[in-house]
């Protein structure tokens, strides 16, 4: 059975495939009937033990558009907040006839465990666990950088020689470590820029270059996208920064940053932005910011990694 948990163990055809595949998906949204058949008489569950409003309804639209059944189920007022276990929770799925289960949870590890478990046949998609990784949101941001970048050439290309620079909260951010892993593997170079206590500990061994201070890695890397993390205070228990006044002035994107850098730089930021926290008004509405197309190639990339596990070449994906 195949999964898509992580992308760390991404091949780089596998990769491309994936964003490839997105390409077609996204055509069929310029369509007059936004469907294809593909996965008719499949169903997928939306297992979401934790709130994300964005994500669900994007994985919901992309199997719609694939004409699969969803059901989608959300911990909270369910089984599982009078305490039934992930197992049990599977195993019910199982029993209910799930072709594919997309899952998001609190912990980090939790889709690796229900994929490799037993408990149920059926491909696994992670759509974030802990701290831990978000593979689909890497994969769209890949593939709106080769949107923007290649200007509509973008189909069989890899991101070679780009530079992207990360700016935020990176400790508790599986965006991050999702993107860097997918970057490196099609041949970005990436820069982490933080407060040392947001980088998490033994990054120095990971593929990045790691920076504190932002308007210097800005001024001397001049790169071609930057991304703004946002800053997670639901998974903070401890004074990360004094203050949000100073986060901003130190690390936000700010109009004076954003008017600095160059005219084709692409901003980023998955999302719900923090405005005025770790970036303007004027950056995120911006026609450099890709932040409503990253919604929108969410749902293209969705429906590729779907019908990749439950009707296509399901060997290029680990």
Do not use: C
């Amino acid at each position: 059975m195949r999964h898509l948990l992580t992308t760390k163990h991404l091949s780089r055809d596998a990769a491309i495939q994936i964003l490839d595949v997105a390409e077609d998906m996204a055509d069929v949204a310029n369509r007059e009937v936004k469907k294809l058949p593909a996965l008719r008489g499949k169903t997928v569950v939306n297992l979401f033990f934790e709130d994300s409003t964005r994500t669900r309804i994007s994985f919901e639209a992309a199997a719609k558009r694939l004409s699969a059944d969803v059901i989608n189920f959300s911990a909270k007022g369910s089984s599982v907040s009078k305490g039934e276990s992930l197992k049990d929770t599977a195993q019910t799925l199982a029993a209910m006839g799930a072709d594919a289960v997309v899952i998001r949870h609190q912990s980090s590890g939790a889709p690796q465990v229900l994929a490799e478990s037993g408990w149920i046949d059926a491909p696994i998609v992670n759509a974030g666990d802990g701290t831990h990784e978000h593979p689909t949101q890497a994969l769209l941001d890949a593939f709106t950088m080769r949107r923007r970048l290649y200007n509509g050439q973008s189909r069989g290309r890899d991101l070679d020689g780009v530079g992207v620079v990360i700016v935020g909260d990176i400790l508790h951010s599986r965006v991050a470590r999702s993107n860097l892993w997918l970057l490196e593997t099609l041949g970005a170079h990436v820069t982490f820029v933080a407060p040392a206590t947001l980088v998490p500990l033994g990054a120095e061994t990971w593929p990045v270059a790691i920076s504190y201070d932002l308007d210097a890695t800005l001024a001397a890397e001049k790169p071609d996208v930057v991304m703004m993390l946002r800053i997670q205070s639901e998974r903070m228990n401890a004074a990360f920064f004094p203050n949000a006044r100073e986060y901003s002035r130190e690390w936000g994107l700010d109009d004076v940053r954003f008017a600095a850098l160059p005219t084709d730089t692409i901003v980023m930021h998955p999302g719900p932005m923090n405005r005025g926290l770790e970036i303007s008004a004027a950056a995120a509405d911006s026609a450099q910011s890709t932040v409503l197309e990253q919604v929108t190639n969410g749902v293209s990339i969705r429906m590729a990694a779907l019908y990749l596990l439950l009707s296509g070449d399901r060997e290029a994906l680990l």
